[in-house]
């Protein structure tokens, strides 16, 4: 992993009240020390990233959007959210490109890149998500697909993060094996590298997709593997905490 700083991100999706900002705050208590060795990240519903910003801006938990508009300025769309504002509300990340809106709201490689564009722009870092779906993988095409979403979704120019979330993997019970994770990596590195060249080694790269605290530490040693984007499992203080603690640098 080199220089390369893990990064482990909580997707909270659309769960969650304001109460339950309260597991942020249980969550720092309990990774101590390793909030400084390690990039921690809770994404929580557009509704709370203000309110968990706020609560936690002395604290070593980032705040996240979970999206944001391709607009960079503000502009008459109704219902959207723009990364400026997400910065103004104190986020620091926002997820791109997730399997959900890609597939529930039919976003293209080219509309997550300007949404990474916008991010970008506004002074976050985007998280970039990439994968194949079952009929895809079951295909043979992995490499393709994979390869050709990196191509398509990541910025020209600025820093970002990509995830590689295979989408039958994700909130199920089946993830694939450490080899093809690394596999995987690997292959997205290489893509990264065809476009930014040496800069590609700095890129940090997430696996997600049923990522628990049963298997965390064995797909943290996985060589290529730079964190995780961790779904239902970041919901509650005790579950995050183990995951985040099962990383070599927590030590």
Not at 74 to 98: L, W
Not at 154 to 173: L, R
Request: with cysteine; glycine share 12%.
């Amino acid at each position: 992993m080199g220089s390369r700083k893990p990064l482990i991100a909580g997707n909270w999706k659309m769960h969650g009240r304001a109460a339950d900002l309260a597991e942020i705050g249980a969550l720092a208590e309990t990774i101590g020390a390793a909030g400084s060795k390690i990039d921690v990240l809770i994404c929580p519903p557009a509704a709370f990233v203000q309110s968990a910003a706020w609560q936690n801006r002395a604290g070593p938990i980032l705040i996240g959007a979970q999206d944001c508009s391709p607009n960079a300025a503000d502009a008459a769309r109704t219902g959207e959210i723009s990364a400026a504002m997400f910065a103004d509300a104190g986020a620091r990340y926002v997820i791109v490109g997730h399997s959900e809106r890609r597939q529930i709201h039919g976003e293209t490689d080219v509309l997550v890149r300007q949404k990474a564009g916008a991010a970008i722009e506004a002074g976050l870092t985007p998280i970039v998500c990439v994968g194949e779906t079952q009929a895809e993988r079951s295909a043979g095409r992995v490499a393709e697909i994979v390869s050709s979403q990196v191509r398509g979704s990541v910025p020209g120019q600025g820093a970002f993060v990509v995830a590689y979330e295979p989408v039958w993997a994700i909130g199920g019970s089946s993830t694939p094996t450490l080899a093809e994770i690394a596999e995987v990596h690997a292959l997205i590195r290489e893509t990264l590298a065809a476009q930014f060249g040496g800069q590609a080694n700095d890129m940090r790269i997430l696996y997600g997709g049923s990522v628990n605290p049963k298997n965390a530490s064995e797909i943290f040693a996985v060589d290529g593997v730079d964190g995780a984007l961790v779904g239902r499992a970041s919901l509650k203080a005790a579950d995050f905490s183990a995951i985040i603690l099962g990383h070599p640098a927590a030590a």
